[in-house]
Protein backbone atom coordinates (compact mmCIF):
# COMPACT_ATOMS: atom_id res chain seq x y z
CA UNK A 1 0.00 0.00 0.00
CA UNK A 2 2.71 2.37 1.18
CA UNK A 3 4.66 1.96 -2.08
CA UNK A 4 1.81 2.59 -4.21
CA UNK A 5 0.89 5.56 -2.58
CA UNK A 6 4.38 7.20 -3.07
CA UNK A 7 4.39 6.25 -6.50
CA UNK A 8 1.24 8.04 -7.24
CA UNK A 9 2.64 11.39 -5.20
CA UNK A 10 5.61 11.19 -7.57
CA UNK A 11 3.46 11.22 -10.62
CA UNK A 12 2.39 14.71 -11.69
CA UNK A 13 -1.30 14.32 -12.35
CA UNK A 14 -2.25 13.31 -16.16
CA UNK A 15 -5.81 15.53 -16.13
CA UNK A 16 -6.19 19.06 -15.55
CA UNK A 17 -4.24 20.17 -18.66
CA UNK A 18 -0.29 19.26 -17.28
CA UNK A 19 -1.10 21.12 -13.90
CA UNK A 20 0.43 19.30 -11.05
CA UNK A 21 -1.43 19.46 -7.12
CA UNK A 22 2.52 18.34 -6.17
CA UNK A 23 4.82 21.11 -5.27
CA UNK A 24 8.07 20.92 -7.88
CA UNK A 25 10.80 19.92 -5.40
CA UNK A 26 13.53 20.26 -8.36
CA UNK A 27 14.52 24.02 -6.59
CA UNK A 28 17.80 23.81 -8.27
CA UNK A 29 16.19 24.09 -11.56
CA UNK A 30 13.62 26.54 -11.10
CA UNK A 31 16.28 29.09 -10.71
CA UNK A 32 16.33 29.18 -14.45
CA UNK A 33 12.17 30.20 -14.24
CA UNK A 34 11.14 33.42 -14.67
CA UNK A 35 8.10 32.78 -12.37
CA UNK A 36 9.63 30.60 -10.11
CA UNK A 37 8.50 31.64 -6.85
CA UNK A 38 11.59 30.37 -5.59
CA UNK A 39 13.76 32.94 -7.72
CA UNK A 40 11.73 35.57 -6.28
CA UNK A 41 12.02 34.87 -3.00
CA UNK A 42 16.02 34.60 -3.39
CA UNK A 43 16.27 37.66 -4.79
CA UNK A 44 14.35 39.92 -1.87
CA UNK A 45 15.52 38.22 0.80
CA UNK A 46 19.04 38.73 -0.44
CA UNK A 47 18.64 42.51 -0.89
CA UNK A 48 17.01 42.98 2.68
CA UNK A 49 19.32 40.16 3.92
CA UNK A 50 22.71 42.37 2.19
CA UNK A 51 21.69 46.29 3.21
CA UNK A 52 20.72 45.04 6.99
CA UNK A 53 24.47 43.26 7.10
CA UNK A 54 25.73 45.95 5.36
CA UNK A 55 24.26 48.74 7.99
CA UNK A 56 25.60 46.17 11.14
CA UNK A 57 29.01 45.65 9.52
CA UNK A 58 29.61 50.21 9.01
CA UNK A 59 28.57 50.22 12.46
CA UNK A 60 31.41 47.26 13.96
CA UNK A 61 33.56 48.43 11.76
CA UNK A 62 33.28 52.23 12.77
CA UNK A 63 33.23 51.37 16.50
CA UNK A 64 36.11 49.01 17.00
CA UNK A 65 38.09 51.52 14.89
CA UNK A 66 36.80 54.29 17.11
CA UNK A 67 37.38 53.29 20.25
CA UNK A 68 41.07 51.88 19.32
CA UNK A 69 41.98 55.26 20.15
CA UNK A 70 40.67 54.86 23.87
CA UNK A 71 41.80 51.30 24.18
CA UNK A 72 45.47 50.86 22.46
CA UNK A 73 46.02 54.79 22.60
CA UNK A 74 44.47 55.00 25.85
CA UNK A 75 43.08 58.46 25.88
CA UNK A 76 40.45 59.81 28.28
CA UNK A 77 36.67 59.08 26.85
CA UNK A 78 35.70 62.12 29.09
CA UNK A 79 38.22 64.43 27.71
CA UNK A 80 37.86 63.68 24.38
CA UNK A 81 33.96 64.47 24.37
CA UNK A 82 34.59 67.30 26.47
CA UNK A 83 38.09 68.49 26.20
CA UNK A 84 38.37 72.01 24.18
CA UNK A 85 42.03 71.90 22.87
CA UNK A 86 42.68 69.83 19.80
CA UNK A 87 46.75 69.66 18.60
CA UNK A 88 46.62 65.68 17.77
CA UNK A 89 49.60 66.65 15.89
CA UNK A 90 51.96 68.23 18.48
CA UNK A 91 55.00 66.32 18.92
CA UNK A 92 55.10 67.02 22.99
CA UNK A 93 51.90 66.79 25.03
CA UNK A 94 49.52 66.31 22.04
CA UNK A 95 45.86 66.67 23.18
CA UNK A 96 43.02 65.37 21.97
CA UNK A 97 39.58 67.46 23.09
CA UNK A 98 36.80 67.26 20.35
CA UNK A 99 34.29 69.20 21.81
CA UNK A 100 34.81 72.53 19.40
CA UNK A 101 33.34 69.83 16.71
CA UNK A 102 30.69 68.77 18.15
CA UNK A 103 29.83 71.84 19.27
CA UNK A 104 30.63 73.46 15.44
CA UNK A 105 28.56 70.54 14.34
CA UNK A 106 25.32 70.75 16.27
CA UNK A 107 25.50 74.25 16.16
CA UNK A 108 25.79 74.81 12.12
CA UNK A 109 22.79 71.93 12.26
CA UNK A 110 20.40 73.63 14.47
CA UNK A 111 21.00 77.10 12.81
CA UNK A 112 20.77 75.49 9.58
CA UNK A 113 17.44 74.28 10.23
CA UNK A 114 16.15 76.92 12.20
CA UNK A 115 17.18 79.11 8.53
CA UNK A 116 15.69 76.34 6.33
CA UNK A 117 12.85 75.01 8.06
CA UNK A 118 10.18 78.39 8.23
CA UNK A 119 10.92 78.98 4.36
CA UNK A 120 10.66 75.37 3.32
CA UNK A 121 7.48 74.71 5.26
CA UNK A 122 6.29 78.13 3.63
CA UNK A 123 6.83 76.55 0.19
CA UNK A 124 5.68 73.76 0.89
CA UNK A 125 2.29 74.82 1.70
CA UNK A 126 2.26 77.15 -1.14
CA UNK A 127 2.44 74.92 -3.43
CA UNK A 128 0.08 72.59 -1.79
CA UNK A 129 -2.50 74.82 -0.04
CA UNK A 130 -2.36 78.15 -1.60
CA UNK A 131 -1.73 77.43 -5.44
CA UNK A 132 -1.89 73.58 -5.86
CA UNK A 133 -2.09 74.02 -9.84
CA UNK A 134 1.16 76.38 -10.72
CA UNK A 135 3.20 76.87 -7.62
CA UNK A 136 3.58 73.14 -7.54
CA UNK A 137 4.64 73.13 -11.46
CA UNK A 138 7.23 76.30 -10.08
CA UNK A 139 8.63 75.01 -7.10
CA UNK A 140 8.56 70.98 -7.80
CA UNK A 141 11.41 71.74 -10.39
CA UNK A 142 13.05 73.99 -8.25
CA UNK A 143 13.38 72.07 -5.49
CA UNK A 144 14.54 68.90 -7.81
CA UNK A 145 17.59 71.37 -9.02
CA UNK A 146 18.25 72.25 -5.33
CA UNK A 147 18.64 68.95 -4.58
CA UNK A 148 20.77 67.85 -7.88
CA UNK A 149 23.38 70.49 -7.07
CA UNK A 150 26.47 69.21 -6.24
CA UNK A 151 27.91 70.24 -2.75
CA UNK A 152 31.18 71.56 -3.89
CA UNK A 153 29.19 73.80 -5.81
CA UNK A 154 27.06 75.25 -2.85
CA UNK A 155 30.60 75.27 -1.12
CA UNK A 156 32.24 77.59 -3.73
CA UNK A 157 29.13 79.81 -4.56
CA UNK A 158 28.81 79.98 -0.55
CA UNK A 159 32.96 80.90 -0.58
CA UNK A 160 32.53 83.41 -3.48
CA UNK A 161 29.25 84.95 -2.38
CA UNK A 162 28.79 84.21 1.47
CA UNK A 163 31.53 84.67 2.36
CA UNK A 164 32.63 88.31 1.21
CA UNK A 165 29.10 89.75 1.94
CA UNK A 166 29.69 88.26 5.75
CA UNK A 167 32.66 89.96 5.96
CA UNK A 168 31.95 93.32 4.59
CA UNK A 169 28.42 93.24 6.87
CA UNK A 170 28.94 91.23 9.90
CA UNK A 171 32.34 91.34 10.46
CA UNK A 172 35.70 89.26 10.75
CA UNK A 173 37.00 87.02 8.05
CA UNK A 174 33.42 86.17 6.74
CA UNK A 175 34.72 82.64 7.51
CA UNK A 176 31.90 81.31 9.93
CA UNK A 177 29.64 79.23 11.51
CA UNK A 178 26.59 81.35 10.15
CA UNK A 179 28.00 81.32 6.62
CA UNK A 180 28.34 77.68 7.35
CA UNK A 181 24.73 77.28 8.50
CA UNK A 182 23.30 79.62 5.43
CA UNK A 183 24.57 77.40 2.85
CA UNK A 184 23.79 73.70 4.63
CA UNK A 185 20.10 75.46 4.87
CA UNK A 186 20.10 76.12 1.39
CA UNK A 187 21.13 72.33 0.81
CA UNK A 188 18.39 70.53 3.51
CA UNK A 189 15.51 73.38 2.04
CA UNK A 190 14.64 70.71 -0.74
CA UNK A 191 14.63 68.10 1.85
CA UNK A 192 12.60 69.80 4.04
CA UNK A 193 10.30 71.04 1.96
CA UNK A 194 9.16 67.96 -0.26
CA UNK A 195 8.72 65.64 3.32
CA UNK A 196 6.77 68.66 4.76
CA UNK A 197 4.48 68.74 1.25
CA UNK A 198 3.77 65.23 1.20
CA UNK A 199 2.61 65.91 4.94
CA UNK A 200 0.34 68.60 4.36
CA UNK A 201 -1.17 66.66 1.43
CA UNK A 202 -1.77 63.71 3.73
CA UNK A 203 -3.94 65.93 5.62
CA UNK A 204 -7.37 64.56 5.03
CA UNK A 205 -9.67 66.75 2.67
CA UNK A 206 -12.92 66.37 5.54
CA UNK A 207 -10.68 68.26 8.20
CA UNK A 208 -10.15 71.43 5.70
CA UNK A 209 -13.99 71.10 4.81
CA UNK A 210 -15.36 71.30 8.14
CA UNK A 211 -12.75 73.96 9.30
CA UNK A 212 -13.68 76.63 6.25
CA UNK A 213 -17.82 75.15 7.18
CA UNK A 214 -17.26 76.43 10.72
CA UNK A 215 -16.22 80.33 9.18
CA UNK A 216 -12.29 79.46 9.09
CA UNK A 217 -10.55 82.15 6.80
CA UNK A 218 -7.52 80.15 4.59
CA UNK A 219 -4.89 81.05 6.95
CA UNK A 220 -6.96 80.03 10.30
CA UNK A 221 -7.55 76.73 8.45
CA UNK A 222 -3.64 76.38 7.62
CA UNK A 223 -2.84 78.00 10.88
CA UNK A 224 -4.95 75.96 13.38
CA UNK A 225 -5.92 72.38 11.54
CA UNK A 226 -3.84 71.66 8.68
CA UNK A 227 -0.49 72.35 10.36
CA UNK A 228 -1.43 70.68 13.86
CA UNK A 229 -3.28 67.51 11.78
CA UNK A 230 0.70 67.53 10.36
CA UNK A 231 2.29 68.55 12.93
CA UNK A 232 4.18 65.17 13.36
CA UNK A 233 5.26 64.71 9.99
CA UNK A 234 6.58 68.02 9.44
CA UNK A 235 8.60 67.58 12.73
CA UNK A 236 10.32 64.47 10.81
CA UNK A 237 10.79 66.77 7.80
CA UNK A 238 13.10 69.10 9.77
CA UNK A 239 15.13 66.34 11.99
CA UNK A 240 15.56 64.19 8.27
CA UNK A 241 16.82 67.65 7.24
CA UNK A 242 19.02 68.01 10.54
CA UNK A 243 20.24 64.39 9.39
CA UNK A 244 21.61 65.35 6.45
CA UNK A 245 22.80 68.72 7.49
CA UNK A 246 24.34 67.49 10.76
CA UNK A 247 26.46 64.77 7.85
CA UNK A 248 27.36 67.35 5.28
CA UNK A 249 31.08 67.60 4.87
CA UNK A 250 32.28 69.76 1.54
CA UNK A 251 30.36 72.91 1.73
CA UNK A 252 30.68 73.36 5.23
CA UNK A 253 34.31 72.62 4.73
CA UNK A 254 34.75 75.90 2.06
CA UNK A 255 33.29 78.42 4.41
CA UNK A 256 33.07 77.46 8.24
CA UNK A 257 36.97 78.73 8.46
CA UNK A 258 37.69 75.22 10.21
CA UNK A 259 39.34 76.67 13.46
CA UNK A 260 40.28 74.00 16.17
CA UNK A 261 39.10 76.32 18.87
CA UNK A 262 35.58 76.70 20.67
CA UNK A 263 33.87 79.96 18.33
CA UNK A 264 32.63 82.94 20.90
CA UNK A 265 29.86 83.87 18.60
CA UNK A 266 28.17 82.61 15.32
CA UNK A 267 30.28 85.35 13.35
CA UNK A 268 33.71 82.96 14.29
CA UNK A 269 35.29 80.61 12.47
CA UNK A 270 34.88 77.13 13.59
CA UNK A 271 35.26 73.71 12.47
CA UNK A 272 32.43 70.58 12.34
CA UNK A 273 33.52 66.83 13.16
CA UNK A 274 33.01 66.22 8.97
CA UNK A 275 35.20 69.00 8.42
CA UNK A 276 38.06 67.82 10.59
CA UNK A 277 38.20 64.18 9.06
CA UNK A 278 37.93 65.19 5.86
CA UNK A 279 40.68 68.08 6.73
CA UNK A 280 43.04 65.31 8.74
CA UNK A 281 42.20 62.24 7.13
CA UNK A 282 44.77 62.66 4.34
CA UNK A 283 47.33 63.35 6.43
CA UNK A 284 47.38 60.30 8.63
CA UNK A 285 48.98 56.93 8.38
CA UNK A 286 46.89 54.09 9.40
CA UNK A 287 47.12 53.12 13.11
CA UNK A 288 48.83 56.47 13.94
CA UNK A 289 47.05 58.20 16.66
CA UNK A 290 45.89 61.05 14.46
CA UNK A 291 44.14 58.18 12.63
CA UNK A 292 42.66 56.57 15.54
CA UNK A 293 41.21 59.92 17.06
CA UNK A 294 39.76 60.72 13.69
CA UNK A 295 37.76 57.41 13.41
CA UNK A 296 36.80 58.18 17.08
CA UNK A 297 35.55 61.32 15.40
CA UNK A 298 33.53 59.27 12.84
CA UNK A 299 32.18 56.98 15.23
CA UNK A 300 30.81 60.15 17.49
CA UNK A 301 29.03 61.27 14.05
CA UNK A 302 27.35 57.83 13.78
CA UNK A 303 26.19 58.20 17.73
CA UNK A 304 24.31 61.47 16.88
CA UNK A 305 23.09 60.58 13.95
CA UNK A 306 21.36 57.08 15.41
CA UNK A 307 20.98 59.97 17.76
CA UNK A 308 18.45 61.46 15.09
CA UNK A 309 16.98 58.39 14.03
CA UNK A 310 15.75 57.47 17.36
CA UNK A 311 14.03 61.22 17.48
CA UNK A 312 12.37 60.60 14.13
CA UNK A 313 10.89 56.84 15.70
CA UNK A 314 9.76 58.77 18.54
CA UNK A 315 8.17 61.96 17.09
CA UNK A 316 6.29 59.70 14.80
CA UNK A 317 5.21 57.26 17.30
CA UNK A 318 4.14 59.61 19.18
CA UNK A 319 2.20 61.27 16.45
CA UNK A 320 0.38 58.21 15.72
CA UNK A 321 -0.98 58.01 19.29
CA UNK A 322 -2.77 61.46 19.22
CA UNK B 1 -43.03 71.69 -11.39
CA UNK B 2 -43.19 75.18 -10.61
CA UNK B 3 -46.89 74.80 -10.56
CA UNK B 4 -47.49 71.84 -8.19
CA UNK B 5 -45.10 73.71 -5.64
CA UNK B 6 -47.00 76.79 -6.15
CA UNK B 7 -50.62 74.75 -6.06
CA UNK B 8 -49.48 73.08 -2.55
CA UNK B 9 -48.12 76.45 -1.14
CA UNK B 10 -51.46 77.36 -1.53
CA UNK B 11 -53.30 74.75 0.10
CA UNK B 12 -51.05 74.57 2.75
CA UNK B 13 -51.30 78.43 3.68
CA UNK B 14 -55.35 77.40 4.08
CA UNK B 15 -53.95 74.62 5.94
CA UNK B 16 -51.48 76.77 8.08
CA UNK B 17 -51.95 80.58 8.60
CA UNK B 18 -49.64 81.20 11.24
CA UNK B 19 -46.76 79.42 9.06
CA UNK B 20 -44.17 81.82 9.37
CA UNK B 21 -42.12 83.30 6.23
CA UNK B 22 -39.44 81.64 4.75
CA UNK B 23 -36.04 81.65 6.45
CA UNK B 24 -34.31 81.10 2.84
CA UNK B 25 -35.98 81.62 -0.63
CA UNK B 26 -34.53 80.05 -3.25
CA UNK B 27 -35.44 81.56 -6.91
CA UNK B 28 -34.36 79.85 -10.46
CA UNK B 29 -31.29 78.62 -9.02
CA UNK B 30 -28.88 76.76 -11.20
CA UNK B 31 -25.47 75.15 -10.35
CA UNK B 32 -23.06 74.34 -13.07
CA UNK B 33 -19.39 71.95 -13.04
CA UNK B 34 -17.69 73.70 -15.69
CA UNK B 35 -19.58 72.73 -18.55
CA UNK B 36 -22.28 69.96 -16.69
CA UNK B 37 -25.55 71.62 -15.33
CA UNK B 38 -25.81 69.79 -11.83
CA UNK B 39 -29.00 71.96 -10.57
CA UNK B 40 -31.85 73.15 -12.92
CA UNK B 41 -34.05 75.88 -12.07
CA UNK B 42 -34.83 75.11 -8.28
CA UNK B 43 -37.52 77.77 -6.92
CA UNK B 44 -38.48 76.62 -3.01
CA UNK B 45 -38.91 78.40 0.02
CA UNK B 46 -37.38 76.99 3.58
CA UNK B 47 -39.84 77.85 6.61
CA UNK B 48 -37.82 78.74 9.76
CA UNK B 49 -37.46 76.28 12.14
CA UNK B 50 -38.28 72.96 10.64
CA UNK B 51 -36.76 70.17 9.08
CA UNK B 52 -36.50 70.22 5.30
CA UNK B 53 -35.51 67.10 3.73
CA UNK B 54 -33.96 66.89 0.42
CA UNK B 55 -34.21 63.37 -1.66
CA UNK B 56 -33.13 61.72 -4.20
CA UNK B 57 -31.16 59.15 -6.46
CA UNK B 58 -26.66 59.69 -6.18
CA UNK B 59 -25.62 62.32 -8.04
CA UNK B 60 -29.39 64.34 -9.01
CA UNK B 61 -27.66 67.57 -7.37
CA UNK B 62 -29.28 67.98 -3.78
CA UNK B 63 -25.75 67.95 -2.01
CA UNK B 64 -24.61 70.29 -4.76
CA UNK B 65 -27.35 72.52 -3.80
CA UNK B 66 -27.17 72.31 0.01
CA UNK B 67 -23.44 72.94 -0.26
CA UNK B 68 -24.31 75.91 -2.32
CA UNK B 69 -26.33 77.38 0.13
CA UNK B 70 -23.33 78.37 2.42
CA UNK B 71 -21.03 78.62 -0.41
CA UNK B 72 -19.20 75.70 0.36
CA UNK B 73 -19.44 74.95 -3.32
CA UNK B 74 -16.89 77.84 -3.83
CA UNK B 75 -14.04 75.53 -2.88
CA UNK B 76 -14.31 73.30 -5.87
CA UNK B 77 -12.55 74.17 -8.39
CA UNK B 78 -15.21 75.42 -11.73
CA UNK B 79 -18.74 75.40 -10.09
CA UNK B 80 -20.41 78.41 -10.72
CA UNK B 81 -23.86 79.35 -9.87
CA UNK B 82 -26.66 81.47 -10.77
CA UNK B 83 -29.96 82.88 -9.60
CA UNK B 84 -30.84 83.95 -6.13
CA UNK B 85 -30.82 81.94 -2.59
CA UNK B 86 -32.41 84.76 -0.39
CA UNK B 87 -31.11 85.21 3.71
CA UNK B 88 -32.35 87.96 5.37
CA UNK B 89 -32.69 90.10 2.21
CA UNK B 90 -29.63 89.18 0.81
CA UNK B 91 -28.84 87.16 -2.08
CA UNK B 92 -26.15 85.10 -0.78
CA UNK B 93 -24.47 84.53 -4.34
CA UNK B 94 -23.39 87.74 -4.81
CA UNK B 95 -20.22 87.93 -4.81
CA UNK B 96 -19.92 90.82 -1.77
CA UNK B 97 -21.22 88.41 0.68
CA UNK B 98 -18.50 87.54 3.38
CA UNK B 99 -18.31 83.80 3.07
CA UNK B 100 -16.85 83.35 6.57
CA UNK B 101 -19.55 85.28 7.90
CA UNK B 102 -22.04 83.54 6.06
CA UNK B 103 -20.72 79.94 7.51
CA UNK B 104 -20.99 81.38 11.00
CA UNK B 105 -24.73 81.71 10.03
CA UNK B 106 -25.05 78.60 8.42
CA UNK B 107 -23.57 75.63 9.95
CA UNK B 108 -22.61 72.85 7.71
CA UNK B 109 -22.48 68.67 9.58
CA UNK B 110 -21.03 66.14 6.82
CA UNK B 111 -21.95 62.54 5.84
CA UNK B 112 -18.71 61.42 7.73
CA UNK B 113 -17.68 62.48 11.36
CA UNK B 114 -14.77 64.60 10.75
CA UNK B 115 -13.63 65.95 14.12
CA UNK B 116 -10.34 67.81 14.57
CA UNK B 117 -7.81 65.23 16.17
CA UNK B 118 -7.76 67.43 18.72
CA UNK B 119 -9.51 67.11 22.40
CA UNK B 120 -12.91 67.31 22.86
CA UNK B 121 -12.86 70.76 24.14
CA UNK B 122 -10.71 72.00 21.58
CA UNK B 123 -13.27 70.97 18.91
CA UNK B 124 -15.83 72.59 20.12
CA UNK B 125 -14.16 75.94 20.62
CA UNK B 126 -12.03 76.15 17.87
CA UNK B 127 -15.01 78.19 15.51
CA UNK B 128 -14.74 80.69 18.49
CA UNK B 129 -11.17 80.89 18.34
CA UNK B 130 -11.78 81.60 14.85
CA UNK B 131 -14.35 84.25 16.17
CA UNK B 132 -11.75 86.29 18.17
CA UNK B 133 -13.24 84.94 21.31
CA UNK B 134 -10.57 84.29 24.16
CA UNK B 135 -12.71 84.38 27.50
CA UNK B 136 -12.07 81.08 29.08
CA UNK B 137 -15.09 81.15 31.40
CA UNK B 138 -17.20 82.52 27.67
CA UNK B 139 -15.52 79.60 26.06
CA UNK B 140 -15.98 76.47 28.64
CA UNK B 141 -20.21 77.76 28.72
CA UNK B 142 -20.38 77.56 25.19
CA UNK B 143 -18.91 74.05 24.91
CA UNK B 144 -20.82 72.78 28.02
CA UNK B 145 -24.12 74.18 25.98
CA UNK B 146 -23.15 72.63 23.24
CA UNK B 147 -22.93 69.24 24.49
CA UNK B 148 -26.14 69.46 26.26
CA UNK B 149 -27.74 70.29 23.12
CA UNK B 150 -26.23 67.75 21.16
CA UNK B 151 -27.21 65.36 23.94
CA UNK B 152 -23.18 64.37 24.62
CA UNK B 153 -22.53 66.49 27.39
CA UNK B 154 -23.61 63.34 30.04
CA UNK B 155 -21.26 60.94 27.75
CA UNK B 156 -17.87 63.07 27.90
CA UNK B 157 -17.94 65.44 30.46
CA UNK B 158 -15.41 63.49 32.14
CA UNK B 159 -12.93 63.58 29.54
CA UNK B 160 -13.24 67.04 27.30
CA UNK B 161 -9.60 66.86 27.32
CA UNK B 162 -9.19 63.60 25.25
CA UNK B 163 -9.03 63.17 22.01
CA UNK B 164 -11.98 63.17 19.75
CA UNK B 165 -10.79 60.65 18.20
CA UNK B 166 -11.25 58.39 20.98
CA UNK B 167 -15.24 58.60 20.88
CA UNK B 168 -17.23 56.56 18.57
CA UNK B 169 -18.67 57.14 15.35
CA UNK B 170 -21.76 58.66 16.21
CA UNK B 171 -20.48 60.48 19.23
CA UNK B 172 -18.07 61.79 16.80
CA UNK B 173 -21.68 62.97 14.72
CA UNK B 174 -23.09 64.51 17.43
CA UNK B 175 -19.60 66.58 18.43
CA UNK B 176 -19.53 67.59 15.03
CA UNK B 177 -23.30 68.94 15.63
CA UNK B 178 -22.27 70.55 18.71
CA UNK B 179 -19.23 72.09 17.05
CA UNK B 180 -21.71 73.47 14.55
CA UNK B 181 -23.81 74.73 17.03
CA UNK B 182 -21.22 77.36 19.03
CA UNK B 183 -21.31 79.72 16.45
CA UNK B 184 -25.26 79.93 17.23
CA UNK B 185 -26.06 79.30 13.66
CA UNK B 186 -29.54 80.18 12.17
CA UNK B 187 -29.52 77.42 9.96
CA UNK B 188 -28.20 74.02 10.01
CA UNK B 189 -27.27 71.86 6.93
CA UNK B 190 -26.75 68.30 7.18
CA UNK B 191 -25.28 66.30 3.94
CA UNK B 192 -26.40 62.27 5.30
CA UNK B 193 -25.34 62.94 8.61
CA UNK B 194 -26.21 59.58 9.64
CA UNK B 195 -25.02 57.61 6.46
CA UNK B 196 -22.10 56.27 8.00
CA UNK B 197 -23.45 55.35 11.30
CA UNK B 198 -25.07 52.10 12.80
CA UNK B 199 -29.22 52.19 13.48
CA UNK B 200 -28.99 53.24 17.28
CA UNK B 201 -25.98 55.74 16.47
CA UNK B 202 -28.66 56.93 13.70
CA UNK B 203 -31.73 57.24 15.50
CA UNK B 204 -29.80 59.33 18.45
CA UNK B 205 -29.20 61.81 15.51
CA UNK B 206 -32.83 61.97 14.23
CA UNK B 207 -33.76 62.38 18.18
CA UNK B 208 -31.38 65.35 18.37
CA UNK B 209 -32.56 66.70 14.91
CA UNK B 210 -35.85 66.94 16.04
CA UNK B 211 -35.04 68.44 19.04
CA UNK B 212 -33.17 70.89 17.44
CA UNK B 213 -35.74 72.19 15.19
CA UNK B 214 -37.62 74.24 18.09
CA UNK B 215 -34.49 76.73 17.46
CA UNK B 216 -32.70 75.93 14.05
CA UNK B 217 -33.98 75.40 10.61
CA UNK B 218 -32.56 72.12 9.57
CA UNK B 219 -32.31 71.14 6.21
CA UNK B 220 -31.06 67.49 5.61
CA UNK B 221 -29.83 65.58 2.64
CA UNK B 222 -30.64 61.61 3.01
CA UNK B 223 -30.62 58.37 1.20
CA UNK B 224 -32.79 56.99 3.88
CA UNK B 225 -36.44 57.18 3.10
CA UNK B 226 -37.44 56.41 6.02
CA UNK B 227 -35.84 58.80 7.95
CA UNK B 228 -36.67 61.53 5.74
CA UNK B 229 -40.55 60.65 6.72
CA UNK B 230 -40.01 60.13 10.08
CA UNK B 231 -38.12 63.57 10.58
CA UNK B 232 -38.74 66.03 8.04
CA UNK B 233 -41.55 68.74 7.76
CA UNK B 234 -41.53 68.89 4.31
CA UNK B 235 -39.59 66.51 1.67
CA UNK B 236 -37.82 67.70 -1.45
CA UNK B 237 -37.27 65.30 -4.40
CA UNK B 238 -34.48 65.80 -6.64
CA UNK B 239 -34.13 63.89 -10.09
CA UNK B 240 -31.44 64.68 -12.74
CA UNK B 241 -30.85 68.20 -11.34
CA UNK B 242 -34.15 69.34 -10.99
CA UNK B 243 -36.68 69.59 -8.05
CA UNK B 244 -39.50 66.97 -9.23
CA UNK B 245 -41.74 67.66 -5.78
CA UNK B 246 -42.12 69.60 -3.12
CA UNK B 247 -44.22 69.53 -0.17
CA UNK B 248 -45.39 68.14 3.31
CA UNK B 249 -43.48 65.20 4.43
CA UNK B 250 -46.85 63.15 5.25
CA UNK B 251 -48.44 63.95 1.86
CA UNK B 252 -45.44 63.24 -0.69
CA UNK B 253 -44.75 59.81 0.96
CA UNK B 254 -48.86 59.31 0.58
CA UNK B 255 -50.18 60.78 -1.83
CA UNK B 256 -47.24 62.28 -4.44
CA UNK B 257 -48.11 64.12 -6.99
CA UNK B 258 -45.65 62.62 -9.07
CA UNK B 259 -45.34 59.60 -10.80
CA UNK B 260 -41.31 59.68 -10.56
CA UNK B 261 -41.58 60.69 -7.34
CA UNK B 262 -43.77 57.66 -6.33
CA UNK B 263 -41.65 54.99 -8.18
CA UNK B 264 -38.60 56.50 -6.09
CA UNK B 265 -40.19 56.81 -2.73
CA UNK B 266 -41.60 52.76 -3.33
CA UNK B 267 -37.82 51.95 -3.98
CA UNK B 268 -38.52 50.90 -8.30
CA UNK B 269 -35.28 52.77 -8.89
CA UNK B 270 -32.76 54.83 -7.79
Known amino acids: MENKSVVIQMQPSPNNEGRSLIQNKKKWTSIFNRNSEWRGKIWIYGSAIVVILSVIAITLFLTVQGLRSFVVDHINVIDFITGTEWYPDRAENPSYGALPFIFGSLTVTILAAILAAPFAIGSALFMTELAPKWGQKVLQPVIEILVGIPSVVYGFIGLSVIVPFMRTHVGGSGFSLLSGALVVGVMILPTITSISADAVRAVSHDLRQASYALGATKWQTIYRVVIPAAKSTLLTAIVLGMARAFGEALAVQMVIGNARNLPNAISDPSATLTTIITLSMGHSTTGSVLNDVLWSLGLVLLIISYGFILLIRFISRRGQIS | ?204 IEELLLKLKEEYTIIIVTHNMQQAARIADKTAFFYQGELIEYGNTDQMFTHPAEKRTEDYISGRFG
Open chain 2, 1 to 204: MNQVYVKQNVEESHQNMKKASPVLEVKDLNIYYGEHHAVKHITMPIEEKSITALIGPSGCGKSTFLRTINRMNDLIHGARSEGEILYGGINLLTPKVDVVQLRKEIGMVFQRPNPFPKSIYENLVLSLKFSGIRDKKKLKDIAEDCLRKAALWDEVKDRLDKSALSLSGGQQQRLCIARALALKPKVLLLDEPSSALDPISSSK
